[in-house]
């Protein structure tokens, strides 16, 4: 089974819905993190948790929010889908320690918004 | 603003030989530096990491750390054609610590010719 599970695989959605993300994981990692893929801009970081209590904006937090449901379930929401939100979104997880920078990857979500 | 740099590629070698990608950072505190590998569509997939200068060898990957110049580099030997995918330079971001966040490069399309 995976380490890191993400739902739904592939998402397409219509201008002004409010959708939602999921991200699971099994590795035990107190760290999860939300993560958007744009061809030419690499991985841009939308927000990270540190544990159940924290929660963090990254650089592109704009229109989206989360929520860190348990140690091992942290969500993402769009709160009203815009079409320049098309992009795949990664779920990663970390532990803190030693190596505590060390991110393993969900398998991503493919969003559409028309 | 903290930037990693990395020649977007494609970067093309023929099958048997070695390639070599390179990485460049701009905040010369960063103590930790990793190397994921990106097949088309599929999520980041860790396969290197480095914090000492010097050399790191796993396989036929190896990682080269030069904190002085700023540079990370990682060599694939015996390149094969399932090597061909982006490989993507991240760095351990600072602050008065560790953030426990990842800057990522915009990643390197290597493609390995039969």
């Known amino acids: 089974d995976a380490d890191v599970t993400q739902t739904p695989r592939n998402r397409i959605t219509k201008t002004g819905k409010r959708i939602m993300l999921e991200c699971s994981q099994t590795k035990g990692h107190d760290r999860m993190y939300w993560y958007r893929q744009d061809p030419g801009l690499g991985l841009r970081l939308i927000y990270y948790s540190f544990d159940v209590k924290d929660i963090n904006k990254g650089e592109i937090s704009d229109g989206y929010s989360v929520s860190r449901q348990a140690q091992a379930k942290f969500s993402l929401s769009l709160e009203s889908a815009i079409p320049n939100q098309t992009a795949l979104y990664f779920c990663?997880?970390?532990?803190?320690?030693?190596?505590?920078?060390?991110?393993?990857f969900g398998p991503g979500t493919r969003l559409l918004v028309l | 603003q903290k930037e990693v740099e990395q020649n977007s590629g494609p970067l093309s070698v023929p099958e048997g030989a070695i390639a070599s990608l390179n990485c460049t950072y701009s905040?010369?505190?960063?103590?930790?530096f990793f190397w994921y590998r990106q097949y088309s569509g599929k999520s980041p997939e860790l396969i290197m990491s480095i914090y000492s200068n010097g050399d790191k060898e796993d396989g036929r990957f190896t990682a080269q750390l030069n904190k002085a110049s700023q540079y990370v580099s990682l060599l694939i030997r015996d390149s094969q054609p399932s090597d061909s995918a982006t490989y993507l330079c991240?760095?351990?971001?600072?602050?008065?610590?560790?953030?426990?966040?990842?800057?990522f490069g915009q990643g390197t399309t290597l493609q390995v010719k039969p």
């Open positions: 990663a997880t970390s532990a803190t320690g030693t190596r505590e920078e060390t991110q393993y």
């Open positions: 991240a760095v351990g971001e600072r602050g008065s610590g560790n953030t426990g966040k990842l800057i």
């Open positions: 905040d010369r505190v960063s103590q930790s």
